[in-house]
């Protein structure tokens, strides 16, 4: 049996992923850090190995003796106060984890890196209102930056066969960004952000980590892909769903304009230098929720790996409602 390793196994999508690579004949590995709570990972056919991005030296004697045959490389720092922290985790630990490699010898059949749509940023800024393998990027967050940065250092890794999956807005079980929207519906409280129509994309986690599998099995190598369900969405549209999930029978539809937004995400910051807890609205997410359109280009893992989302958003939330009830989180 081929052997994978998992960095970020125990997040949101890693928990998924690891779970996929069992059901698809893989031995699977974990990587987890000292600190990381492993609950997802309870019950399943996985080895836990805990390590330290920064210690060069004992990733790559875990490696050795590892002898993987492909590593996905999903961790990653999505939320932080300072553009520091987003550099060194997304971009920094890649590099480290690269020299591991090179340091433990390791011939790989395939390494794959998790980076993000918000590497490329929205289509706002592309001629033709999609972004695309060779549009010019234009991230608008340190996010989306320093996962540029990370692949940018990648594609001239030539004698590391990779690839690269950039996953648009990514919801499913597990997943609480887009919970507090749940929420609020819940609470009859309809919420847009800015005053004009945005044009949204999203993969369900179920049909990201399968591509994921496809794409590491694939003869394809050297090359990045975006990745949504193919279609694209308003809030409206997400927000309908939602509601009949809920059996929300009536709401209070709020406009909220950009520069409220951006007040309301600097106050949450500054409180949050007090508490410690850095909040899920902030300038980051701001920058990400003002801009318009995030429609983007999935016909070269179309082309590839014969890509067909399974969950368009209509089956995909209603799964994921289903979850939020069985926790009581809605």
């Not at 020299?99 to 940023?121: C, E, N």
């Not at 044009?199 to 590491?216: E, G, H, N, P, Q």
């Not at 709401?251 to 007090?274: D, H, Q, R, S, V």
């Amino acid at each position: 049996m081929k052997k994978v390793l998992i960095t970020g196994a125990s997040g949101f999508i890693g928990g998924f992923l690891v779970e996929e690579a069992i059901s698809r004949g893989l031995t699977v590995h974990s990587a987890l850090r000292n600190s990381s709570n492993t609950e997802v990972l309870d019950g399943l056919d996985t080895k836990l190995i805990y390590w330290d991005f920064e210690n060069v030296d004992n990733m790559a004697n875990i490696l050795r003796k590892g002898d993987y045959d492909y590593i996905i490389h999903n961790a990653g720092l999505t939320k932080a106060k300072a553009k520091e922290a987003y550099f060194k985790v997304n971009e920094q630990y890649l590099r480290n984890l690269v020299d591991a490699i090179r340091m433990a010898d390791l011939k790989l059949d395939k390494f794959l890196f998790v980076s993000s749509l918000a590497a490329f940023g929205p289509a706002d800024f592309q001629p033709e209102n999609i972004v695309k393998e060779n549009s010019v990027p234009h991230p608008v967050t340190n996010y989306g930056r320093s996962k540029l940065a990370a692949e940018l250092y990648l594609i001239k890794q030539q004698d590391i066969p990779h690839n690269i999956i950039r996953p648009t807005a990514v919801y499913g079980p597990r997943e609480y960004d887009l919970l507090t929207v749940y929420q609020s519906l819940g609470k009859h409280i309809e919420a847009y952000i800015g005053l004009t129509n945005q044009r949204l994309t999203f993969i369900y986690v179920k049909d990201l980590v399968r591509a994921m599998i496809d794409i590491l099995f694939s003869d394809h190598e050297y090359k990045g892909y975006f990745i949504s369900d193919g279609h694209t969405y308003s809030a409206q549209e997400m927000n309908v769903i939602v509601k009949r999930e809920l059996k929300v029978k009536w709401t209070i539809p709020i406009k909220l304009p950009i520069l409220l937004i951006k007040f309301l995400a600097f106050c949450n910051e500054k409180i949050a230098n007090i508490s410690g807890k850095y909040p899920p609205l902030n300038i980051e997410k701001v920058n990400e929720l003002q801009a318009r359109d995030w429609n983007c280009d999935i016909s070269g893992l179309e082309k590839d790996i014969s890509f067909v989302a399974e969950y368009n958003l209509d089956h995909g939330l209603k799964e994921t409602i289903i979850w939020c009830k069985e926790q009581e989180l809605v």
